[in-house]
């Protein structure tokens, strides 16, 4: 992550006691939230991985509320995981949302880590390296037949970690690059949305839809 991406991801940390601040996030993400729903189909028969939570699980809480599905939030960082909790508790969802610590490299959603394997994985902005999260996924047996994926926009692609599908890795070779702008990029196979919805946000403008099934 770039500097501006981990001085967003600092401030959720520090002004995780604010709960003004989960309401702000809350309304802001809200139509996205929604627009990722209808695109991957989420309903109250899902359950929902949000792969990198942070302190302010405010995507995690909105999937739990808008969709009715059953959500498990993961954030590889310890630190985070229990003002996660608290504020899970705080905006009534904590019942709907179970916070778990692990990488979304490791914890595919098969059940193998989790109480139950889940039917659709959520990743977050800030989440990296995603090429291999998605990779994991897609290859994973019994894992979430699909998966959401926050696409930076390019101007904030060294910020956050972008997905490198097939027509970045295209405009990538056409510009003389060898890769898209992963960390990981030299052994990806470079991955086909399924479908994608437009965001207004300031970082990203997509999020990408991939199937595994
Ligand atoms: C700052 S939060 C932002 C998410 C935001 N609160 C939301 O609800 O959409 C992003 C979190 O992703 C976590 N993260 C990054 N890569 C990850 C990975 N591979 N697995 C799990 N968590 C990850 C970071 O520790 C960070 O806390």
Redesign the pocket.
């Known amino acids: 992550m770039g500097r501006f991406g981990e001085t ?2 600092a401030l ?1 940390k520090v002004f995780t006691d604010a709960p003004w601040l989960f309401e702000v996030y809350t309304r802001i993400y809200r139509s996205v939230v929604d627009r990722e729903i209808e695109l991957a189909g989420i309903d109250a028969n899902d359950r929902v991985l949000n ?10 809480a909105l999937l739990a509320k808008r969709s009715g599905a059953t959500v498990y939030a ?4 310890p630190s ?1 995981v229990r003002e996660a909790r608290r504020n899970l508790a705080r905006a009534g969802v904590a019942d709907d949302v179970e916070v778990v610590v ?4 490791e914890v595919i959603g098969d059940g193998t880590h989790l109480p139950e394997p889940c039917s659709v994985a959520v990743v ?1 902005l ?3 390296p995603k090429d291999e ?1 998605v990779e994991r996924y897609r290859r994973a047996q019994g894992g979430p037949s699909r998966v959401v994926v926050r696409q930076p926009r390019s101007v904030f692609s060294a910020d956050y970690d972008p997905v490198t599908t097939a027509q970045a890795a295209q405009d990538s070779a056409h510009d003389g690059g060898s890769s898209a702008g992963s960390t990981t990029s030299s052994r990806v196979i470079p991955a086909v949305p399924d479908g994608s919805v437009s965001h207004w946000m300031v970082t990203f403008g997509r999020s990408l839809l991939f199937r595994t099934d």
């Open positions: 967003v991801a959720e792969v990198g939570c942070g302190a302010m699980p405010f995507t995690a993961l954030d590889n960082d985070v692990g990488d979304g490299r977050a800030q989440a990296e999260i």
